[in-house]
């Protein structure tokens, strides 16, 4: 009987490695599940139980070689390292189609081999690997990563989760809701500070260009006055001079503070003080704050209601926070919870979320219900969100446009002083 060598992870989410003999992968990933362990690889072991057949010059052939490169084929078809990469509407719309392929009633291998027929590429490609590694009973949540990195370990944790209770189908539905509130919480982030942005880049553009252009074009009418140049119109022409003779000097400087910044941001404790201080920043502050409440609530009540226990949830949940700050306080979260601290007590000792969701957490703790909980208090919190983004924008924007009229307007009050102080002495000749 063929022997395979396999990868394995416990309940607990140990690695493990080893040999079984079995007759094809499949019994051994049904082996191994009765043993309580869950697949991620499995490999022949060796060459000699394969079949052995001889080749026209006489020399042994390996019968299993065309199916090997075959799948050698088809790895290396994904670039260099063999996977594909996928963008987060990819994954929601990969996401999204097998749901409800499940939900018709099709088995994971007939949902694949109908999403091989997507008119997308990537996803008929994603469909035909997945297909490949089920096929060999290989279980979906291990093959995911298998086949690509995009689907993280929070993604493959639920799937795992739903295939070991039978809802696989539920919990794809539950995960697509996640996904499509995730992406639509980093959208309205990410917007609240678009337009802001832009103000800022047309204004400094105009600025330049008056500082560039305009006041060259009227230098010499401006020396050529009686009157004294004002300060701030005499500051801005030797930058101007600066801007239009030494602009060279501003690339390198541009470009070492861009190499500094690179250097710097690969270093923990710099990662770590600048999120920090973003973090106490008031507006800033208060819209990260609010993004990882509401990020915080939702995963945690979607990992919950896929049966995971809640020192499970909280290690894939700490992997979902980008933050470095808010990472480092999960650590100590974490440890407290393995501990036996109840979940509302640590968080509060590490003040790493608002009283008012620290109290819905206790709440849910008391009443054993802390999956509907934290789903209903982030469902509620995401109206909040977007009202803090409203009024986020709403406050950065007349802020920018006072400023730029400020800059604005002195220079071109300083300049038409100038104008008619020259006109009423030509008139006066």
């Not at 396999?6 to 499949?26: N, V």
């Not at 030797?238 to 910044?261: K, P, T, Y």
């Not at 969701?357 to 208090?377: M, P, Q, W, Y």
Request: glycine fraction near 8%; hydrophobic fraction near 45%; aromatic fraction near 6%.
């Amino acid at each position: 009987m063929p022997s395979y060598a396999y990868t394995a992870l416990s309940a607990s989410g140990e690695s493990q490695k080893g040999s079984i003999d079995a007759a094809d992968r499949g019994e051994v990933v049904r082996k191994l599940a009765r043993m309580g362990l869950r697949a991620s690889s499995v490999k022949p072991l060796g060459a000699s139980n394969a079949p052995v057949m001889k080749s026209k010059d006489g020399r042994k052939a390996d019968a299993a070689a065309p199916f090997s490169s075959l799948r050698q084929l088809l790895t290396s078809a994904g670039g260099d390292s063999g996977k594909l990469r996928l963008k987060q509407p990819q994954i929601i719309a990969f996401t999204i189609e097998l749901t409800n392929l499940l939900a018709a009633g099709f088995q994971i291998d007939q949902a694949l081999g109908a999403m091989e027929k997507s008119s997308d590429a990537t996803s008929r490609d994603l469909a035909l690997r997945l297909r490949e590694l089920v096929r060999d009973g290989i279980p979906l949540s291990s093959a995911l990563p298998q086949v690509s990195d995009s689907f993280g370990p929070l993604f493959c944790s639920m799937i795992a989760a739903g295939e070991s209770s039978g809802s696989l189908d539920q919990i794809l539905d539950r995960q697509v809701k996640y996904l499509g509130m995730m992406e639509e919480l980093r959208s309205k982030f990410l917007g609240a500070l678009i337009y802001p942005a832009f103000l800022a880049v047309t204004g400094l553009t105009l600025g330049i260009v008056m500082i560039t252009y305009l006041l060259p074009k009227l230098s010499v009418l401006i020396k050529g006055s009686s009157k004294a140049t004002p300060i701030l119109l005499d500051s801005m022409m030797r930058l101007s001079d600066f801007l239009r003779n030494e602009w060279w000097l501003l690339l390198i400087a541009a470009g070492i503070l861009a190499i500094a910044g690179v250097i710097l941001a690969q270093i923990p404790s710099v990662r770590l003080g600048w999120f920090k201080l973003m973090h106490q920043t008031p507006v800033i502050g208060d819209l990260m704050k609010a993004r990882h409440e509401l990020q915080f609530l939702e995963t945690l009540g979607s990992l919950l209601h896929s049966g995971l226990a809640i020192t499970q949830a909280l290690t894939l949940l700490k992997g979902t926070i980008s933050n470095p700050f808010i990472r480092h306080q999960f650590e100590g979260i974490e440890h407290m919870v393995q501990e036996g601290e109840r979940l509302s007590t640590a968080l509060q000792r590490a003040k790493a979320l608002p009283p008012r969701s620290i109290d819905v957490i206790r709440l849910g703790e008391e009443t054993g219900n802390l999956a509907d909980v934290a789903s209903k208090s982030a469902a509620r919190l995401d109206g909040q969100f977007n009202r803090l983004v409203e009024r986020v924008t709403a406050l950065i924007q007349p802020c920018i446009l006072v400023v730029m009229a400020v800059i604005v307007g002195s220079i071109v009050y300083a300049v038409i002083d100038v104008v008619f102080a020259t006109l009423q002495q030509i008139g006066k000749r």
